[in-house]
């Protein structure tokens, strides 16, 4: 089974739609968060990821939009409440079973506050966090959150961040999404030029 992972979209549409044409063999499509920005909100990139039927969970960012005291963009007209209320029914973390193999996906790390004001940053050097990561009960752990893709074995679990679908921080200039076989346990990242790739139509939901 492939297994299509990305992250952090922040409201970005041309980068949500190249990730989705580059995982468009896979068999899952999972997103680790910040679907939108802290004070940016986009309809279309979350009608998006329903129409294809991913399965996100809620960044630092999505969760300031939901919870800060008087936070703008819930009473903002360019926003569809239909939308918002969307965005509130994601949980902030997901453990699942795919291909025989038991997943959980957290958007900083597992100890990520409700609220969105605490959120770790996990990178490759992270050795206290990374050994941490070895107390949760799963055979993969996804994480987003740095724009930062990598791959680490801890002594239980694989744990994969994606980078980023439309941000890279990782010093190129080319966002990144991965795909996880599960039958090999081995990832494979696809990067893409967004001001040059051709998406292509939109298809049906990944079911």
């Known amino acids: 089974m492939k297994i299509g992972l990305f992250s952090d979209i922040h409201c970005k549409l041309p ?27 986009s309809n ?16 630092n960012h999505d969760k300031i939009v939901l919870h800060a005291p008087n936070h703008p963009l819930r009473d903002s007209t360019s926003v569809d409440p239909s939308w918002l209320a969307y965005l509130a029914s994601l949980p902030s973390s ?29 990178y490759p050097q992270s050795g206290g966090e990374l050994r941490q990561l070895a107390e949760i009960d799963a055979d993969v752990i996804v ?25 890279p921080r990782d010093g190129t200039l080319t966002p990144c999404c991965a795909v996880l076989d599960t039958s090999s346990l081995s990832v494979e990242f696809r990067r893409y030029d967004i001001a040059t790739a051709d998406p292509g139509a939109e298809t049906e939901p990944h079911r």
């Open 15 to 41: 980068g949500l739609r190249c990730a989705l044409a580059a995982l468009d063999d896979c068999d899952e499509l999972l997103c680790a968060g910040d679907l939108v920005y802290q004070y940016r909100f």
């Open 44 to 59: 279309d990139v979350l009608a998006t990821l329903k129409r294809r039927g991913v399965r996100s969970i809620l960044g």
């Open 94 to 122: 997901l453990a699942l079973e795919l291909g025989g193999i038991r997943l959980q996906m957290f958007h900083g790390s597992p100890w990520d506050d409700a609220e969105g004001r605490v959120t770790p940053y996990i």
């Open 143 to 167: 994480l987003g959150h740095t724009h930062v893709p990598f791959v680490h074995q801890t002594e239980r679990a694989l744990v994969v961040n994606p980078g980023s679908c439309a941000e």
